[in-house]
């Protein structure tokens, strides 16, 4: 289980890097971000299991914590990625 979670959160990472370094992206640089609903959905669950994760490992209960993140990353990766990968993959026309 524990290859499964972290090989799908690297190649999750893969992913990102690979779009964002043939974009040229790096954090904080260009126009204010735009977000669309998948993004404010994403963002919605990442609050909600950082809740979930800092009351878990309050209570000493990192078992709990990591129930929390799974679903997080199967919501990531089927849902937002999956979604939003055109999004991702610019086109010349959106260079110019």
Do not use: H
């Not at 190649?11 to 690979?18: E, H, I």
């Not at 964002?20 to 994403?42: C, F, K, M, Q």
């Not at 990442?46 to 679903?71: K, N, S």
């Amino acid at each position: 289980m524990r290859n499964k979670f972290f090989g799908t959160l690297f190649n999750t990472y893969n992913f990102f890097a690979l779009y964002a370094n043939l974009d040229g992206w790096t954090p904080g640089e260009g126009r204010e971000p735009v977000y669309s609903e998948l993004d404010r959905w994403i963002r919605a669950r990442l609050a909600q299991v950082v809740d979930r994760v800092t009351a878990c490992l309050e209570d000493y209960d990192p078992y709990g914590a990591t129930l929390a993140v799974e679903p997080l990353l199967d919501d990531l990766t089927n849902w937002y990625i999956r979604r939003s990968r055109r999004r991702f993959w610019r086109s010349r026309a959106d260079d110019q």
